[in-house]
């Protein structure tokens, strides 16, 4: 009966900001990732082996989230001073979600 037959809409994978604890699709945040090897790392590709968490690529979410024990939760696991430097060298390059001097 039906001439056209509708696919129901894809789905799009859903995760959680753990600076703002807002949820956005997947590919709309950045990966970190605990690797094997105890390392914590950005990951671009999103499909690192280890433990991920995620952020929005802005400067604030990044602040909220290298402040206190954030990421240490989050990857249930303490890392290491440099790593954590390298992610905050990273932050620095992102942009600020609003302007606060203007």
């Excluded at 001439?3 to 753990?18: A, G, N």
């Excluded at 094997?36 to 671009?44: G, I």
């Excluded at 590709?45 to 909220?64: D, I, M, Q, S």
Aim: aromatic share 4%.
């Amino acid at each position: 009966m039906a001439d056209h037959v509708q696919r129901p809409p894809r789905h799009v994978p859903r995760r959680t900001c753990i600076g703002c604890r807002q949820e956005a699709g997947k590919r709309e945040l950045v990966r970190i990732v605990r690797t094997p090897e105890q390392r914590l790392a950005v990951d671009p590709t999103g499909r690192a082996n280890g433990r991920g968490a995620y952020l929005h690529a802005t400067r604030v979410c990044w602040e909220k989230a290298l402040k206190g024990s954030t990421i240490s939760h989050a990857l249930k696991f303490n890392p290491a001073r440099e790593d954590v430097e390298a992610l905050r060298a990273f932050a620095v390059a992102l942009p600020a979600e609003e302007s606060e001097d203007s």
